[in-house]
């Protein structure tokens, strides 16, 4: 009994160093920083050891690699003999009874160091990588330093078969967006975050990827106050208007003057006050259609009033940014009660298909059909997608093919695409339709 508890010790001390190895690896550094900030034992030798793995695996390597050869050597020797004396004690021929034994001892001593010394130890590390990583990092520190030099050598010599492969410099750790995607959806499944938090947490990344022209209100659409015009064009377009604040123009959106804010304006009126559309305009901050729309918020911040005017890099007036469009391009849309039938950017059909509205975002588009844009890009809509493909404007009926899907143009308003339909190409009905354009994407 004495040699078999030296055996599956010599196992178990095997699953030591085995979960040390998975825990330290599969550890997040991050969490292991944090843990390390909040005083946990452990944590500030874990993050050390993860910090130079090239060293530390040898380490590792050399204590399986011994205790392995202990093991194997001391089991074949030892229990293989006794176990052979025993089964021929029971009247087997000497001449099997010994390979027999052995046989026996190095299924049994391979069958505990795969489940005992590996697999086991393996899946624990993998469920508790941190707390295992700051539980055996003090001892692991200590083996490290004495097998030092062994460990010096075999990394050195790794490092030249890299070198040798032409794989020198070894990969800095980073988290990408798409490593927080899929981090955000996992903690999701997990029932960890809301549903709700998710798609928050993806339009903050979203803004974070948009400048400042996909998110500002297009000049088309602003409602805004002509100081030419008169008393009655104002109080006109003050009791039409939904907006709090409206820029003022010269005589055109070209020569912006700033921004009043309605409120202001309407108490004059109510107090029997003339309008000075000049007197009252504030001066708004004027930001180019490239900026980031990240960068765009701290101006407004810091701006007089909360709205910022955007230019192209002619100068032209494009339209207006406030904290409002930001906020929508995280949470979504609002309905407001002026506009209570607004459409829904996106909505499912039974079949599969999508009905998209042209202005709704390129990049919440391709979340929602899970395609993948390029990172350069010239539009920032659904519409702009479906104008780079054909290269034109399409009519209505006709249809473009990209990403794997059919985009259909289901309304045009003027010359604006009103509204798509999109279907993947497997499911779609191209016949009936001509394709616009067989050029790639464009941006």
Same mark, same amino acid.
């Given at each position: 009994m004495l040699d078999f508890a030296?055996?599956?010790?010599?196992?178990?001390?095997?699953?030591?160093?085995?979960?040390?190895?998975?825990?330290?690896?599969?550890?997040?550094?991050?969490?292991?920083?944090?843990?390390?900030?909040?005083?946990?034992?452990?944590?500030?030798?874990?993050?050390?050891?993860?910090?130079?793995?090239?060293?530390?695996?040898?380490?590792?390597?050399?204590?399986?690699?011994?205790?392995?050869?202990?093991?194997? %050597?001391?089991?074949?020797? @030892?229990?293989?003999?006794?176990?052979? +004396?025993?089964?021929?004690? *029971? $009247?087997?021929? =000497?001449?099997?009874?010994?390979?027999?034994?052995?046989?026996l001892v190095v299924a049994l001593v391979t069958y505990l160091s795969i489940v005992v010394g590996e697999l086991a130890p393996k899946r624990l590390a993998l469920r508790h990588a941190e707390a295992l990583a700051c539980a055996v990092a003090p001892a692991m520190t200590i083996i490290s330093r004495i097998a030092a030099p062994a460990g010096w050598l075999l990394d050195a010599s790794t490092d030249?078969?890299?070198?040798?492969?032409?794989r020198a410099e070894a990969p800095?750790?980073?988290?990408?967006?798409?490593?927080?995607?899929?981090?955000?959806a996992e903690a999701e499944l %997990?029932?960890?975050?809301? @549903?709700?938090?998710?798609?928050?947490? +993806?339009?903050?990344?979203? *803004? $974070?990827?948009? =400048?400042?022209?996909?998110?500002?209100?297009?000049?088309?659409?602003?409602?805004?106050?002509?100081?030419t015009a008169g008393e009655a064009a104002a109080r006109a377009m003050l009791m039409r208007t939904a907006h709090s604040r409206l820029p003022v123009g010269e005589g055109s959106t070209e020569a912006m003057l700033g921004v009043v804010q309605a409120r202001e304006l309407l108490s004059a009126l109510l107090a029997g006050q003339p309008l000075?559309?000049?007197?009252?305009?504030?001066q708004a901050p004027v930001v180019p259609d490239t900026a980031d729309a990240l960068d765009v918020l701290a101006t407004l911040r810091a701006a007089e009033v909360p709205v910022a005017l955007v230019h192209d890099e002619h100068g032209h007036?494009?339209?207006?940014?406030?904290?409002?469009?930001?906020?929508?391009?995280?949470?979504?849309a609002l309905r407001s009660d002026a506009e209570p039938d607004e459409e829904l950017p996106a909505v499912r059909r039974e079949d599969?298909?999508?009905?998209?509205?042209?202005?709704?975002?390129?990049?919440?588009?391709?979340?929602?059909?899970?395609?993948?844009?390029?990172?350069?890009?010239?539009?920032?809509?659904?519409?702009?997608?479906?104008?780079?493909?054909?290269?034109?404007?399409p009519r209505v009926g006709e249809a473009v093919e990209a990403r794997g899907w059919h985009f259909e143009v289901v309304d045009l308003d003027g010359r604006r695409i009103?509204?798509?339909?999109?279907?993947?190409?497997?499911?779609?009905?191209?016949?009936?339709?001509?394709?616009?354009?067989s050029g790639p994407p464009a941006g």
């Amino acid at each position: 009994m004495l040699d078999f508890a030296l055996v599956l010790l010599l196992v178990l001390l095997n699953g030591v160093f085995a979960l040390s190895e998975l825990a330290v690896v599969s550890a997040r550094r991050s969490r292991l920083r944090a843990m390390a900030a909040a005083g946990r034992p452990g944590a500030s030798a874990a993050l050390a050891l993860a910090e130079e793995p090239g060293r530390f695996l040898s380490t590792v390597q050399i204590g399986i690699t011994l205790v392995g050869v202990l093991a194997g %050597a001391f089991s074949g020797a @030892a229990l293989g003999g006794h176990l052979g +004396a025993w089964l021929a004690g *029971l $009247g087997l021929p =000497p001449g099997g009874a010994e390979p027999l034994g052995f046989g026996l001892v190095v299924a049994l001593v391979t069958y505990l160091s795969i489940v005992v010394g590996e697999l086991a130890p393996k899946r624990l590390a993998l469920r508790h990588a941190e707390a295992l990583a700051c539980a055996v990092a003090p001892a692991m520190t200590i083996i490290s330093r004495i097998a030092a030099p062994a460990g010096w050598l075999l990394d050195a010599s790794t490092d030249l078969v890299f070198r040798l492969l032409g794989r020198a410099e070894a990969p800095q750790e980073r988290v990408t967006e798409d490593d927080l995607r899929a981090l955000v959806a996992e903690a999701e499944l %997990a029932g960890t975050i809301e @549903a709700t938090e998710r798609r928050m947490i +993806a339009g903050v990344l979203r *803004l $974070g990827n948009r =400048p400042v022209r996909g998110v500002m209100t297009p000049r088309g659409e602003v409602d805004w106050l002509d100081a030419t015009a008169g008393e009655a064009a104002a109080r006109a377009m003050l009791m039409r208007t939904a907006h709090s604040r409206l820029p003022v123009g010269e005589g055109s959106t070209e020569a912006m003057l700033g921004v009043v804010q309605a409120r202001e304006l309407l108490s004059a009126l109510l107090a029997g006050q003339p309008l000075d559309l000049r007197v009252a305009a504030r001066q708004a901050p004027v930001v180019p259609d490239t900026a980031d729309a990240l960068d765009v918020l701290a101006t407004l911040r810091a701006a007089e009033v909360p709205v910022a005017l955007v230019h192209d890099e002619h100068g032209h007036f494009e339209g207006i940014v406030t904290p409002t469009d930001l906020t929508e391009a995280i949470i979504g849309a609002l309905r407001s009660d002026a506009e209570p039938d607004e459409e829904l950017p996106a909505v499912r059909r039974e079949d599969g298909s999508w009905l998209l509205a042209g202005w709704m975002p390129v990049d919440e588009m391709a979340e929602v059909l899970g395609i993948a844009l390029p990172e350069e890009r010239g539009y920032q809509t659904a519409a702009g997608f479906v104008l780079a493909v054909a290269g034109r404007l399409p009519r209505v009926g006709e249809a473009v093919e990209a990403r794997g899907w059919h985009f259909e143009v289901v309304d045009l308003d003027g010359r604006r695409i009103d509204k798509l339909l999109a279907s993947p190409v497997r499911a779609a009905v191209a016949p009936a339709a001509r394709r616009a354009g067989s050029g790639p994407p464009a941006g």
